[in-house]
């Protein structure tokens, strides 16, 4: 196996021999081989363990051990304690995952902070084949199934071609010795049921079942790069990037067949997994939205659009006052500055000129609301602002955008957009005030 993780190195990893590594240990016998095949073969490690505090005495021992392992090794560790139960209640994950988002996001920190280039994690063959039944059982993807990537990142797995038996008959060969966790015998995690009671069964029919397995994987793996090539030419067909927004054109994705695949390729990556609400979207009225847990999808005329949802309105109106000596006003949407002027300059969405006399206090800047109306410049009469926004087609996330200048309770400006023509500047006007966003 020594030669074999050797080969393996040097034709897929050759930059790992100048590189400072990170080597994440929990005393386990497949972090301990790791260790033990990356020390023969001259990389540069320093230990990671993460202490979780889920076995009491048991998770104490295991740090003991590897702390008496890395002075007898003559290396460098960091050992971190987390309190996983409380973590996992207030996030309401999983143990399991709560445990591996406080263990990756302190593996980002080392790299980031210390200045280290990788993270080397032991999984192996038969740790890929329980992460593809796991994700088949949940209902998954093609990347579902393609299995655990040998590199993401900075996270590299250099184990992946070695199965848990070859790993074994190294620990056993080299004598090494290494810390059991208990709880790898408990079936109650969907894991260890298929470690000891499924995945056996299927290599008693095939003993060559994992590596036929490793093959399917590779060409699952195969034709996924096929896909994303594919998906790359239909991504440049039929999305365009407006205004930090993705809009999907629907007329295109309909010329597709099955678009519901199509849709799923293009969103997968933003936690959506409504698929039959999104294809539906295709079909639907303007305004209809579906959500996931970080982003909005918005029909639109002719387009879907994505948002985040950082970006959709929230139940705390914010209101802006500007002072008597209308003093600049820092807004989340840039700064209005009042300048007094001598004439009228240019002018554009950004920038209006007002009669001062006109304005009364409070003057105030906030979201447009349902009933507002203002006088068009340039126009004849009034009109509500939703009319307004209808004639110059904003989509809702545009709408929901929108803030409005207000004199007492009359709209003076929709901002960025159109000027009211009550406070426009004529031949009685004594004093000009610029008002433009920066």
């Known amino acids: 196996?020594?030669?074999?993780?050797?080969?393996?190195?040097?034709?897929?990893?050759?930059?790992?021999?100048?590189?400072?590594?990170?080597?994440?240990?929990?005393?386990?016998?497949?972090?301990?081989?790791?260790?033990?095949?990356?020390?023969?073969?001259?990389?540069?490690?320093?230990?990671?363990?993460?202490?979780?505090?889920?076995?009491?005495?048991?998770?104490?021992?295991?740090?003991?051990?590897?702390?008496?392992?890395?002075?007898?090794?003559?290396?460098?560790?960091?050992?971190?304690?987390?309190?996983?139960?409380?973590?996992?209640?207030?996030?309401?994950?999983?143990?399991?995952?709560?445990?591996?988002?406080?263990?990756?996001?302190?593996?980002?920190?080392?790299?980031?902070?210390?200045?280290?280039?990788?993270?080397?994690?032991?999984?192996?063959a038969d740790d890929n084949l329980e992460t593809f039944f796991i994700n088949l059982s949940r209902g998954t993807g093609l990347d579902g199934l393609t299995g655990i990537p040998e590199t993401?990142?900075?996270?590299?797995?250099?184990?992946?071609?070695?199965?848990?038996?070859?790993?074994?008959?190294?620990?056993?060969?080299?004598?090494?010795?290494?810390?059991?966790?208990?709880?790898?015998?408990?079936?109650?995690?969907?894991?260890?049921?298929?470690?000891?009671?499924?995945?056996?069964?299927?290599?008693?029919?095939?003993?060559?079942?994992?590596?036929?397995?490793?093959?399917?994987?590779?060409?699952?793996?195969d034709t996924k790069f096929l896909v994303d090539d594919y998906m790359t030419q239909v991504y440049n067909d039929v999305v365009t990037l407006d205004d930090d927004k993705l809009k999907f054109n629907i007329a295109k994705l309909l010329k597709y067949p099955k678009p519901k695949a199509y849709l799923y390729e293009l969103l997968k990556s933003y936690q959506f997994t409504a698929w039959d609400d999104i294809l539906n979207l295709l079909f639907a009225q303007s305004g209809k939205q579906v959500f996931s847990e970080t982003h909005r999808l918005l029909r639109d005329r002719e387009y879907l659009i994505l948002d985040t949802l950082d970006n959709a309105p929230n139940s705390v109106k914010t209101n802006y006052s500007v002072n008597t000596d209308f003093e600049d006003v820092d807004t989340e949407f840039g700064t209005l500055v009042f300048t007094s002027v001598s004439e009228i300059g240019d002018t554009n969405s950004n920038c209006i000129y007002v009669d001062q006399d006109t304005l009364k206090h409070p003057v105030i800047i906030r979201k447009w609301e349902q009933g507002d109306f203002f006088y068009p410049l340039g126009m004849q009469g009034k009109k509500k602002l939703s009319k307004y926004f209808k004639d110059e087609k904003l989509s809702l996330f545009e709408k929901e955008a929108v803030w409005v200048l207000c004199s007492n309770t009359e709209i003076v400006w929709v901002i960025n957009r159109r000027a009211d023509g009550r406070f426009k500047v004529n031949s009685n006007t004594k004093h000009i005030l610029k008002i433009e966003v920066q």
Not at 182 to 211: A, G
Not at 214 to 221: D, R
Request: aromatic share 10%; net charge neutral; with cysteine.
């Open 152 to 221: 993401n990142g900075y996270i590299l797995r250099p184990l992946l071609p070695f199965s848990r038996d070859e790993i074994a008959a190294y620990a056993n060969q080299q004598q090494l010795q290494w810390r059991e966790d208990s709880s790898n015998s408990s079936t109650k995690y969907l894991r260890n049921k298929l470690r000891h009671e499924v995945i056996p069964i299927l290599k008693d029919i095939n003993p060559q079942w994992l590596q036929n397995f490793s093959k399917t994987q590779q060409h699952l793996q």
């Open 1 to 124: 196996m020594l030669q074999r993780f050797k080969n393996h190195i040097q034709t897929q990893f050759p930059e790992l021999f100048q590189k400072r590594l990170i080597l994440a240990i929990s005393g386990g016998i497949d972090s301990i081989v790791l260790l033990h095949l990356c020390k023969t073969v001259g990389l540069n490690v320093a230990l990671a363990h993460c202490n979780f505090g889920l076995r009491a005495d048991e998770s104490d021992a295991d740090e003991a051990f590897l702390t008496a392992l890395a002075t007898h090794l003559e290396l460098e560790m960091f050992t971190e304690r987390f309190n996983t139960e409380q973590y996992a209640s207030d996030t309401k994950l999983s143990i399991q995952m709560a445990a591996r988002e406080l263990r990756y996001r302190w593996f980002e920190e080392l790299v980031s902070q210390l200045k280290f280039d990788y993270v080397l994690v032991a999984h192996h």
